[in-house]
């Protein structure tokens, strides 16, 4: 099975910051890669599928990249309502596994 | 706008077999645009996918979890169901229910039931 690794698993940032999350796949799994935002006690919410798509009414300073294996979240500007746990999926076949998550907070 | 819920008892015995219901309200379970799925995840940890089901009936599960798994459609009720039998305590998590689209590249998972809480313990 694809195995899906986060890093960093962790990471403090300041207000206005760029913040960049990666995903690795162990395996090539073309463009079928989701990224979810889950804030602490909330249901995960779907931010970009197709490695690159935004969800519809997702705020434009998300974005993502990659194909293949290596794959990227970018926030533009970090917002305090940003903090959160994020986590990548893939999709291209089942097993549809989730990456560890990466923990976002604000310094 | 499709709404999704979990229900099921909240705690449940070592060895027994838990069983969660996730009722659909606002669109079918039976439209051939969704696959239905259930994830589960343990307090302070990442999540985890379980299986799920299409409309043609067809499953897949996750193999660390497929000889306990097993998830159906009750169609008349608008309901999809999870059972995990021999369940240990290390099954004890939120367990969600999710809709994602059958469009291959759109099989992310975009609508969320709000989880609901199993505890196994004696």
């Known amino acids: 099975d694809i195995q899906m690794t986060q890093s960093p698993s962790s990471l403090s940032a300041s207000v206005g910051d760029r913040v960049t999350i990666t995903c690795r796949a162990s395996?090539?799994?073309?463009?079928?890669l989701a990224w979810y935002q889950q804030k602490p006690g909330r249901v995960p919410k779907l931010l970009i599928y197709?490695?690159?798509t935004l969800q519809s009414g997702v705020p434009s300073r998300f974005s993502g990249s990659g194909s293949g294996t290596d794959f990227t979240l970018t926030i533009t500007s970090l917002q305090p309502e940003d903090v959160a746990t994020y986590y990548c999926?893939?999709?291209?076949?089942?097993?549809?596994?989730f990456g560890g998550g990466t923990k976002v907070e604000i310094k | 706008q499709v709404q999704l819920q979990e229900s099921g008892p909240g705690l449940v015995k070592p060895s027994q077999t838990l069983s969660l219901i996730c009722t659909i309200s606002?669109?079918?379970?039976?439209?051939?645009?969704?696959?239905w799925n259930w994830v589960r995840q343990p307090a302070g940890k990442g999540l985890e996918w379980i299986g799920r089901?299409?409309?043609?009936?067809?499953?897949n599960y996750n193999p660390s979890l497929k000889s306990r798994v097993t998830i159906s459609v009750d169609s008349s009720k608008n309901q999809l169901s999870l059972m995990l039998t021999s369940v240990t305590a290390a099954d004890t998590a939120v367990y969600f229910c999710?809709?994602?689209?059958?469009?291959?590249?759109?099989?992310?998972?975009?609508?969320w039931g709000q989880g609901a809480l199993v505890t196994v313990s004696s």
């Open positions: 999710a809709r994602s689209p059958s469009i291959a590249i759109r099989q992310a998972f975009d609508n």
């Open positions: 606002g669109g079918s379970i039976s439209s051939a645009d969704y696959y």
């Open positions: 089901i299409y409309s043609s009936g067809t499953t």
């Open positions: 395996q090539g799994i073309s463009n079928y």
């Open positions: 197709a490695a690159s």
């Open positions: 999926q893939k999709y291209n076949s089942a097993p549809l596994t």
